[in-house]
C-alpha cells in the first residue's frame, strides 16, 4: 500500500517540521542552481549544488479537474527541479468523469506515473483515488482539505518570524558557498485570526496551527452553512486542537489580539451562482486597517492569502501593503510542493521524521 498525504491531519508535528526544513533547505539549495549563470572570472566560483534527483526520468501525474495558476506551476517547476516531469491532466484531456471511473483511472495512471497530485470537487473523489492508485496520492485542493497550502503558509511565517518578535534580527538568506545550509527559523506561538467562510485552507490551518503552539480565532457568518463540516471538526478534535481555537461570528472580536490575519475568497470555485447572497453575508468581514485597529489586532499583524484574491475580501491598502507577506507566501507553495514530491513520490517517506538536510 503506498503512502498517501490527503490532509496534514495524516502528518505527525515532527513529520511537518521535517517537510518545512526540508523545504527550506531545497529553496536555499535550489535558489542559486536557478539564477542566471555568470561567465568570465566569476565562473570560477564553488560549483553549484544540484537539488535532490529523486524524480529523475519519473513522471507525475497532476489530475486537475479545477483551475489552478499556483499549484500547478509549482507542481510542474518543482518536479523538473527533481529532474522528472509533470504531466498535466486536466478535466478535458482524459477520460475520467466521462467515460472511465476514478478507480481505473487510478490504476491505469499508478501503472505509469510515480505519482498522482490530484485537485478535485468533492473529497471523496480523491479518497477514491487513493483506494486504488498503486502510487502516492498527494491532494491537490479538495472540498475539505488543502494541505500544500498551509505548508506554504508555514514556511512563510517561519521565514518572516523576526517580524513577531521585536528585538530578533532578520535572518541572512544567501547561502551560496557558505557551506551549511541556514536552519528554518524558530516562530514563536501566535495568535491567528481566520475571517471568511470554513474553507479547505481554514480546515488545514485547524489541524495544524494548535499543534505548534498556535491560537486560532475564527469568524464566520452565522448560519449554519458556514460552519465547521462534522469530519473536519471530528479531526480537530481527535488532535486534541479544539481548546485552541475560537470561533465567532463577530470579525472584530476575531482580530483581537491578532499577529496574523488570513482570509480567501468569499466565493470558491462552484459557488459562482450563490454570489449575490454570499457578498450580503459577508458584509463587515473585509480586512482593512480600519477592522483590525477597531477589533484590536497587534500593531504589526501581518496578512496572508493563498490567492487568487478578490478586492471583496480585503482592500488594496493591506493587501499591497507593508503587512502583506502574500507573495513570499505564493512562491513558497513551490518549494514546499517540491519537498513533499521529494519525500511522497520521490523516497515513499513523507510521513517518516528523519532530519533531510544531507539529502537535499
Ligand atoms: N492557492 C492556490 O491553491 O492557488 P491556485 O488555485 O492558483 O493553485
Known sequence: MPP??????????????????????????????????????????????????????????????????????????????????????????????????????????????????????????????????????????????????????????????????????????????????????????????????????????????????????VATPAQLAYQCPTPVWDRVKELGCDKDIWWGSDPREAVHGADVVVTDTWISMGQEAEKAQRLKDFQGYQVTEALCKEGGAKSGWKFLHCLPRKPDEVDDEVFYGPRSLVFPEADNRKWTIMAAFDLLFGKWNLHGTEATQSEA
Open 4 to 217: 498517501h498525504l490527503m490532509t496534514l491531519a495524516d502528518l505527525s508535528t515532527p513529520a511537518i517540521t521535517r517537510v518545512l526544513t526540508h523545504s527550506h533547505t531545497l529553496k536555499q539549495v535550489s535558489l542559486p542552481w536557478l539564477a542566471p549563470q555568470q561567465t568570465g572570472k566569476s565562473s570560477r566560483r564553488k560549483p553549484l549544488k544540484m537539488p535532490s534527483q529523486s524524480l529523475f526520468n519519473k513522471s507525475i501525474a497532476l489530475l486537475f479537474s479545477k483551475r489552478s495558476t499556483r499549484t500547478r506551476v509549482s507542481a510542474e517547476t518543482a518536479a523538473t527541479l527533481l529532474g522528472g516531469r509533470a504531466l498535466f491532466l486536466g478535466r478535458d484531456d482524459i477520460q475520467l468523469g466521462v467515460n472511465e471511473s476514478a478507480r481505473d483511472t487510478a490504476r491505469v495512471i499508478g501503472g505509469m506515473c510515480q505519482g498522482i497530485f490530484a485537485r478535485v470537487g468533492d473529497h471523496a473523489e480523491i479518497e477514491e483515488l487513493a483506494r486504488y492508485s498503486p502510487v502516492p496520492v498527494l491532494n491537490a485542493l479538495s472540498s475539505l482539505w488543502h494541505p500544500t497550502q498551509i505548508l506554504a503558509d508555514l514556511l512563510t511565517l517561519h521565514e518572516h518570524a523576526h517580524l513577531f518578535t521585536s528585538d530578533a534580527p532578520a535572518p541572512e538568506t544567501a547561502v551560496e558557498g557558505k557551506g551549511a545550509y541556514k536552519p528554518l527559523p524558530e516562530l514563536r506561538p501566535l495568535t491567528i485570526t481566520w475571517l471568511g467562510d470554513s474553507t479547505n485552507i481554514l480546515h488545514d490551518m485547524l489541524v495544524t496551527y494548535p499543534r505548534f503552539g498556535h491560537k486560532i480565532r
